[in-house]
């Protein structure tokens, strides 16, 4: 019995290990420019196949990685999502979707990974939709998002649906263009990611509540 918990107290530590290590490189240099070879040999494991082990292929170390920070992430959007319950406030429901990344980025100090890594993964169609069925079944989004489409009434359902799209991206590729200058030690615009969580709602108030121009018919 002793002998057993040990062994899978190290198989945690383990994928731990795998888990930071692939997050990573996969951050400084691109999912599909790291092999899981690679992983295991920079996580210390003697057994190049650690990966496949543990995980399995690729796209399961993705998800993976990203249900790793899923939880924390979760919890952070409830609580917004609670404060802003019956909310008119455009700026408030934009906080509620900028705020759990940026806020769980600056809870995990420094240096961090995972705006890289999230940035690096939205840009493949694959990895994309892993990304996005972990975000799907959030209830506290889907909260989030009725609570600011009943703010914006008039706006049609295909500028909604384009807007959305605009706003996961600026959410997450300013999230990783501000790690990445970090990682560098290049200035940023924001003195924390508090601070440029502000600035981000700014702006993405700005583009929910522009006017729509052409004929949408």
Not at 135 to 151: A, E, Q, V
Request: aromatic residues 6%.
């Amino acid at each position: 019995m002793v002998a057993r918990a040990v062994r899978a107290e190290q198989a945690s530590a383990t994928r731990e290990l795998i888990l930071t290590t692939a997050e990573r490189l996969f951050a400084e240099r691109g999912v599909y420019a790291v092999s899981n070879r690679q992983v295991s040999e920079a996580a210390g494991q003697g057994n190049n196949a650690a990966v496949g082990y543990h995980f399995g292929t690729k796209a399961d170390l993705v998800r993976a990685i990203a249900r790793r920070h899923a939880v924390r992430i979760e919890d952070i959007r409830a609580g917004l999502s609670a404060s802003a319950a019956g909310s008119t406030d455009v700026r408030d429901w934009v906080g509620c979707l900028v705020r759990p990344l940026y806020d769980h980025l600056a809870a995990l100090g420094s240096p961090t990974w995972y705006a890289r890594f999230c940035a690096q993964v939205t840009t493949d169609p694959a990895l994309r939709q892993i990304m996005a069925e972990e975000s799907f079944t959030s209830p506290s989004l889907r909260h989030i998002l009725d609570g600011l489409y009943r703010c914006l009434p008039e706006l049609p359902a295909e500028v909604r649906a384009e807007r959305g799209e605009m706003v996961r991206h600026l959410i997450v590729q300013t999230a990783g263009e501000r790690e990445r200058a970090l990682a560098e030690g290049r200035p940023t615009a924001r003195g924390s990611w508090r601070e440029a969580a502000d600035g981000l709602v700014d702006a993405i108030v700005g583009l929910w509540t522009a006017p729509v121009t052409g004929d949408r018919g």
